[in-house]
């Protein structure tokens, strides 16, 4: 019944899917590949646009020109909310790499070098937060 319904309803339906059971319906057929391998893309994009946007909102912070609790507060938090969007953005990454979504050989290899770095401890992104 999935494989029936109209292209603008399983986008709809798509852009409702968590991270973790996205790629789980481009399983239904090549229209919801086609809408999940979209919203896998458009996700990984909002990953990288907030990861920028958290890297400049924590740049005052990197001066020293704050108290000493306050800035040891704000840096953890800093941290740890740059580090659940990295992973949240290499979950959409590596799942779109290893169902056949990614074509283009240079984000293969920045998702490949991406995924190796996180692996080996490392700071994919070179963000400095690890």
């Known amino acids: 019944?999935?494989?029936?319904?109209?292209?603008?309803?399983?986008?709809?339906?798509?852009?409702?899917?968590?991270?973790?059971?996205?790629?789980a319906a481009s399983k239904v057929d090549r229209?919801?590949?086609?809408?999940?391998?979209?919203?896998?893309?458009?996700?990984w994009k909002n990953y990288a646009t907030t990861i920028g946007y958290v890297r400049a909102l924590g740049k005052p912070f990197e001066k020293g020109?704050?108290?000493?609790i306050t800035f040891e507060d704000v840096n953890d938090f800093y941290k740890r909310w740059i580090?659940?969007?990295?992973?949240?953005?290499?979950?959409?990454?590596?799942?779109?790499l290893?169902?056949?979504?990614?074509?283009d050989p240079q984000e293969r290899e920045t998702i490949e070098y991406a995924l190796s770095e996180q692996r080996w401890g490392g700071d994919p992104?070179?963000?400095?937060v690890v």
């Open 1 to 23: 019944m999935l494989d029936r319904l109209p292209v603008e309803i399983v986008e709809r339906i798509v852009a409702k899917i968590p991270d973790t059971d996205l790629i």
């Open 31 to 43: 229209v919801w590949w086609q809408e999940v391998r979209q919203e896998a893309y458009k996700r």
């Open 65 to 68: 020109n704050v108290d000493w």
């Open 83 to 96: 580090d659940r969007l990295t992973k949240d953005q290499l979950y959409i990454m590596e799942k779109m």
């Open 98 to 103: 290893r169902n056949g979504m990614v074509v």
């Open 125 to 128: 992104w070179g963000l400095g």
